[in-house]
């Protein structure tokens, strides 16, 4: 390929070396629609399996970016959040067994496992509002996850390493001026989940700046 659409926060100036095709930079790295699919009747938490009163973390990041680090990193947040579940996308179910499996070892009863069947994307919309906080993956982490995130003003809690694939959703983050949200070690990442997880006030406050700055930042034009 001859060009490589990236950011500053994707490859900073400087590391250019380390690509064989030319840098074109654009002020955020993704080009986003304006709209969105119609929305269907909102869905309820029963719908979907997820408790009522209880913490709702997600992850709709493809199974294969899943990694033992930080799958593990989820389970110590669940450990301290009384009340949590996770909820994913994971159609395979001998993946899901295993994930369960994985689970049970950290302590974790299988069952604040909560996995989502696949459906059409206004219905996938409508699930991102239902949660209360993404955890990315890494080190490949979200990228069209992450805007998708953003246009439904679902805050998100990611890790940003040394590679472009692990430097996405930083970069959509930082385009919505939530940068407090990127944390660059597993125990900062864990830290921004937990603090927002036990401050709805908090959590309240940054949904009002994701979706106030959203279309001011130019991601979504």
């Not at 996850?145 to 970069?171: E, K, Q």
């Not at 603090?195 to 034009?221: C, E, N, W, Y």
Request: with cysteine; charged share 20%; hydrophobic share 45%.
């Amino acid at each position: 390929m001859d060009y490589i659409v990236a950011d500053d926060i994707l490859i900073p100036p400087g590391d250019e070396a380390h690509f064989t095709e030319k840098t074109l930079r654009l002020p955020w790295y993704q080009a986003n629609p304006s709209t969105r699919p119609s929305l269907p009747a909102p869905l309820s938490r029963h719908d979907e399996g997820l408790p009522d009163d209880g913490f709702v973390f997600c992850c709709f990041n493809s199974p294969f970016k899943l990694s033992p680090d930080i799958f593990a990193a989820w389970m110590r947040i669940l450990s301290a959040i009384d009340n949590a579940v996770l909820w994913m996308t994971v159609k395979d179910e001998d993946a899901r067994a295993n994930l369960r499996d994985a689970a049970t070892s950290a302590g974790i009863p299988p069952d604040r496992l909560v996995f989502a069947a696949p459906t059409d994307r206004p219905t996938y919309f409508s699930r991102l509002a239902l949660a209360d906080l993404a955890l990315d993956t890494f080190p490949y982490g979200a990228g069209t996850m992450a805007s998708d995130s953003v246009w439904t003003g679902l805050p998100t809690v990611t890790m940003s390493g040394d590679t472009f694939a692990s430097r996405m959703c930083a970069s959509v983050l930082a385009a919505c001026g939530v940068e407090d949200t990127v944390a660059t070690t597993i125990e900062d990442y864990e830290k921004i989940a937990l603090t927002l997880a036990k401050d709805p006030a908090a959590m309240t406050a940054l949904r009002h700046r994701i979706v106030s700055s959203k279309h001011q930042s130019g991601l979504f034009s």
